[in-house]
């Protein structure tokens, strides 16, 4: 039609004619999924950044500033929370979805705080979904007061980030909630039901307090910032898997194990970070999902409480701890360390149907004398053969482990499979087999060029 009719500067939202009817082979591009299969922190960015030298478009599908990523380029190391690893890549667009729930301080901060790093023209390279719910300044006070008042009701809290996460996805799912469409579109509206939000939150909470004109003078000047940026990010989709060819790639943020649905609840985000969040985060059928990578580290960790069944509370824990540096990128927390859980793996495997695994930070593991995998739980001297529902249930399963001895070599400096020791070989054919999907990166170091590509 040629008119602007969205309010974004787009003017051209005419879906094209299809002048024969799709047969259902004929989907459009393929779109590759990057997961982590434990509780995160499994080294996703690495891998995406790997995929994402030749993809055309990389989008975040789900979560918010909650999540952290850390890739290591030319001996520079950025960190993202809401920017995808993508937006290094200087030839391709980024995209963050539907499902994100983006804080605009924080997605500004991050950028800027990038460039300073080296990382140019990220504003132009990233498209922001108009159906993406914002993450407001206040959510994150309330994040926190929530996570006190469970700490004084229950004696234990989840251990969120305090980012505001929950908040957002609880004001999406009570229909409350204000997307980045309202925020563009009449701002007297938005102001108003930001007032509503506001009052709602405060009579729950009366030690809240909000300068509310102060917040809407701030969210208004983000607007203008973020304007360029939106387009309706389902059309968006559409038009890039349904074009010429084109390598599309997401990142899941989280992990398996955090996921609302599968994960260790209460103890896990407020999202779906398994393979539904990358259809419902970004508005794309599951016919164009194509391979589904999951990343896992050859050992395990995980952020916060929660039942982890093969953490180490010994010297072994304290060295996977300090050798693989673990410290969660946007807490600043120390990460529980464990043995490989080989149990969390497969079941995440049933869920995500992975088609293969990234291993990474097998270089840990290079000192050790004996090296131990998980492969079975066992409740009351019996093995199950499924993953428990149960947090109680979960806390009293006993683990059963196969024993490997340890290669006793530094890894780092391998990039080829020949290169590693028959026992590392070993170790890893096992994983492989005992999940029963190939492992086609294995990682044993920090920069890009430390992934041993097998296939």
Request: aromatic content about 8%.
């Amino acid at each position: 039609s040629g008119s602007d009719i969205t309010g974004y500067g787009v003017t051209d939202m005419a879906m094209p004619l299809l002048e024969t009817k799709r047969s259902r082979n004929d989907v459009g591009n393929k779109v590759t999924v990057v997961l982590g299969a434990q509780w995160g922190d499994e080294g996703k960015g690495k891998v995406v950044d790997l995929l994402a030298t030749e993809a055309d478009v990389v989008c975040r599908c789900q979560g918010g500033n909650n999540a952290g990523h850390t890739v290591v380029v030319d001996g520079k190391e950025y960190d993202f929370h809401l920017l995808p690893s993508g937006i290094i890549n200087p030839k391709s667009i980024s995209l963050i979805g539907n499902g994100v729930v983006i804080h605009l301080p924080g997605l500004f901060e991050e950028g800027d705080k990038n460039e300073k790093k080296g990382l140019k023209g990220w504003e132009k390279r990233l498209i922001v979904s108009d159906r993406a719910h914002l993450v407001f300044d206040f959510y994150q006070i309330v994040d926190s007061l929530q996570e006190t008042e469970r700490q004084a009701q229950e004696g234990k809290n989840i251990g969120t980030t305090k980012k505001g996460i929950g908040p957002a996805y609880s004001s999406k799912a009570s229909r409350t909630g204000l997307r980045v469409c309202d925020l563009l579109g009449d701002f007297k509206d938005f102001s108003n039901r930001f007032k509503n939000i506001v009052q709602q939150y405060q009579s729950m909470y009366p030690s809240l307090t909000v300068d509310v004109e102060d917040q809407l003078k701030k969210l208004k000047e983000y607007a203008e910032r973020l304007r360029p940026m939106v387009r309706d990010g389902v059309y968006y989709m559409y038009e890039a898997l349904h074009g010429p060819p084109k390598k599309v790639l997401v990142e899941g943020a989280n992990a398996a194990l955090l996921d609302i649905d599968f994960g260790t609840y209460p103890f896990v985000t407020s999202s779906n970070c398994t393979v539904g969040g990358a259809c419902t985060g970004l508005g794309i059928p599951p016919l164009n999902i194509g391979d589904v990578f999951g990343v896992a580290k050859a050992y395990t960790t995980r952020v916060g409480i929660g039942a982890f069944p093969t953490e180490q509370l010994n010297v072994i824990g304290e060295l996977l701890q300090t050798r693989g540096h673990e410290v969660g990128v946007t807490t600043g927390r120390k990460r529980r360390c464990g043995w490989l859980d080989l149990v969390i793996v497969r079941y995440a495997h049933m869920i995500n149907g992975f088609t293969a695994i990234a291993l990474t930070k097998l270089d840990i593991l290079d000192v050790l004398d004996e090296i131990k995998v998980g492969v079975a739980y066992k409740l009351n001297g019996k093995r199950i053969p499924h993953f428990p529902a149960n947090m109680d249930v979960l806390h009293k399963v006993e683990v059963e482990y196969e024993t490997f001895p340890g290669w006793k070599t530094d890894t780092s400096a391998a990039r080829k499979w020949n290169d590693l020791p028959a026992k590392a070989q070993n170790y890893i054919r096992f994983i492989e087999n005992h999940i029963g999907v190939p492992i086609k990166w294995v990682g044993v170091g920090k920069s890009r060029e430390c992934m041993i590509q097998m296939f």
